[in-house]
């Protein structure tokens, strides 16, 4: 019998909103309808779009869906007659809401009534009293009985029982309602009868049917044949739901033609639910209607309170009260945070959603109608979407390393007047994205190291910091990988990837790197990681751990070089020069010369800074023909290192005036000149076949004439420098006042010294030559004069020229022998 009632009828209206209709108190859980199906939504949509279901207003929700099936099911106990009490239809307004993107579809859910309850009486028991002279056909008003349902469901006709004077005629109103009424139909004898008792029933149109009871007693009277009369059949007032209690909201009155008790009227209330019975009240004698409690509008917009007046003997006449409650804006919006997304990413996009805000006013017309707005200067705003929904969305680009967090004071003002507000604060926390690379607190570094540095020792720091979050701002360093002077960086340094302090693997030599430039590496620990790179400039700063090294004269112990001194030098006459030189630099290079011992104190000085040996006084017929001095050279260090060596002077014009010189001369050269004659020969002999060849790969390779490695000082051949040394930054070792020329044997005690020319006014004007050539020539008994001359012209080939050129003056001779 039920299975009609449970029948769900799915309509869609003119508006495009989906309508279900179903009968009240079904149970939870049971089915309404597929609201997915319904509003071609795709079942994985209800899902991911977070779907649910909005009331309007603060209604209990009575409906939910079923998210894997987008099944509408009962969630709550429905009563059609607590929701809607006896209105016509019964309609309860929903939302299905979505998000990710916000979508927002409404529905509606028709209530349909079921005959759940029964037809009830106001009273028990209804007293009449009726005059015996009443004639046949009077009526008399029954109470009304009251059924919460509505339609079929509610009264639909009144059964009286069986007796002999009384039928009953059923009447029914404007408004649809009936109501039953006592018609007399046999007169009464109060003398036979004095009372009458009768039972009417009430049955409403249900399946089954319904039913209520009450009883009838009837006392017999005399006669009162008028009944009391309302001034109007319907009293319409309009009420503010702010008015305070005790408001008269109207007075009915009722006359009755009747005289004396038959005439006095008696009012009372018809059946009123019970909240309404708390909230009015009504004098019985006057006929005052007041207020004794709050009305609200959001509740109820329209009030009828039925109303009866009744004489003395029981005749009554009815009339109703319309109440049209007017809404004031007493109601503040009400603010739903409906979702919002933290934390909030720094690199989201401007426009990005972050929330969904709905917005409420449970008043009516302008009232209700509310404006949503941020006022604070925040990079984010609210976007109307749909119906009282907005999106908060952002306006730009957020960096959380400027601001992490953001409170938002979100406020809704309706238009009612005065306008009623309300604010709501939103906390929202921006996330950390590796977006800042690491920053070095200076552009480049220097670092100073001291030469002769222990390894492992730090020589400095570097620091880079990074605005970033945890991983995204923990900084690591590292050494790029480069070259440095065909090794690799990490074979001269070390950093430490944590601390930023960079250590000397080995220990440095000024002497043979000065300086260099590394890459450091900043890297973060994001994803992807980012970098940025610094210069670090080495230098390395001298220390004093070379000794000065001494180039002329020959530092070597087992070489004898002897200089020869005019017997007519003057005073201040240059006589030689030492010439020595220091690795290291700055004033660790700054060299001074001291005559530290000397045959004649008193007879040689030397100068501190250039080392000029001159002479302090005229050379007088007195003085010593061998002057022995010992040179010291002490650079400038802390602490100062030096060397020291030997120079030998013959105070003589000439070489011949030394007899023991002059003997060892002439046998050394005669025997030197034929150990030359032999080479020559072989040589010839062996090339000789080779020639054409030679001669190609001499045009070739033919080297110059011996650079002297000074063009201003005592000119020393190549051979005597040490390799890599130099005249060091200008410091002045080497200093180009002088030139000299000179030919010397490692180890012999007959060299010939050639002094050219002195660049100096106070320099030995003397031009003397001692010429061992000559002497092996004087030796070559049995030569022409004009082999001699040409074989005396090889010689100095020799010695002035290079091999390949005395190569070819030996072929002349021995074509020309």
Known sequence: MFGLLFFVLMVHNANGDVSYSFPEEMKRGSVIGNIAKDLGLDVNRLSSGNARIDTEGNRKRYCDINLNTGELIVAERIDREGLCGKKASCVMKQELVLENPLELHRFILNIQDINDNSPLFKQTLINLEMSESAVKGSRYLLDEAHDADIGV???????????????????????????????????????????????????????????????IHVTVLDANDNAPVFSQAVYKVSLPENSPLDT????VSATDADEGHNGEVIYEFGHLPETHMKTFSLDSLSGEIKLTGLLDYEEESSIELPIQAKDGQGLA??????????????????????????????????????????????????????????????????????????????TGELDRELLSDYNITITATDEGSPPLSSTKNIHLTVADVNDNPPVFQEQSYRAHVQENNKPGSSICSVSATDPDWRQNGTVVYSLLSSDLSGAPVSSFLS???????????????????????????????????????????????????????????????NSFMTEMVPKAAQARSLVSKVIAVDADSGQNAWLSYHIIKATDPGLFTIGVHSGEIRTQRDISESD????????????????????????????????????????????????????????????????????????????????????LLFDGAV?????????????????????????????????????????VRSYNEDTLTADLTLKKIQSAVDDLEGLDAEMRDSFQVGLEYFFKNNWVDFFFFTFNICVFI
Do not use: W
Not at 510 to 525: C, P
Not at 722 to 745: F, M
């Open 248 to 251: 008269v909201v109207v007075t």
């Open 495 to 557: 950093i430490n990837g944590d601390t930023g302090v960079i250590h000397a693997v080995r220990s440095f030599d000024y002497e043979q790197l000065k300086s260099f430039k590394v890459l450091v590496m900043a890297r973060d620990n994001g994803s992807p990681p980012l970098s940025s790179n610094v210069t670090v400039s080495v230098f390395i700063t001298d220390e004093n751990d070379n000794s000065p090294q001494i180039l002329y004269p020959s530092p070597e112990g």
């Open 317 to 394: 006449s009815y009339s109703a009260v319309v109440i049209d409650v007017v809404d004031i804006n007493d109601n503040v919006p009400i603010i739903m945070i409906k979702s919002l997304k933290i934390p909030v990413p720094e690199n989201a996009l401007p426009g990005t959603e972050v929330g969904v805000i709905n917005v409420q006013d449970r008043d009516s017309e302008n009232n209700g109608q509310v404006r949503c707005s941020i006022q604070q200067n925040v990079p984010f705003k609210l976007v109307p979407s749909i119906k009282n929904y907005y999106s908060l969305v952002t």
């Open 153 to 215: 469901n509610s009264v639909q006709t009144y059964i009286l029982q069986n007796n002999d004077h009384f039928i009953l005629n059923v009447v029914t109103r404007e408004n649809g309602r009936k109501y039953g009424e006592l018609m007399l139909n046999k007169e009464l004898d109060r003398e036979q009868q004095k009372e009458v008792t009768l039972i009417l029933t009430a049955v409403d149109g249900g399946t089954p049917p319904r039913s209520g009871t009450v009883a």
């Open 715 to 755: 000119a020393i051949p190549s051979a005597y420098l040490p390799p890599n040394y130099a005249d060091v930054e200008g410091a002045g070792t080497l200093r180009s006042t002088y030139n000299y020329d000179a030919y010397l044997t490692t180890g012999s005690r007959t060299s010939d010294f050639k002094f």
């Open 624 to 707: 010593n023909m061998k002057q022995n001095l010992i040179v010291s050279v002490r650079d400038n260090g802390q602490s100062s290192l030096s060397a020291t060596c030997a120079l030998y002077l013959l105070i003589s014009d000439n070489l011949a005036e030394v007899p023991e010189l002059k003997d060892k001369s002439r046998d050394e050269s005669s025997s030197k000149l034929t150990f030359y004659l032999i080479i020559a020969l072989v040589s010839v002999s062996t090339f000789f076949l080779t020639f054409i060849i030679i001669i190609l790969a001499v045009r070739f390779c033919r080297r110059r004439k011996p650079r």
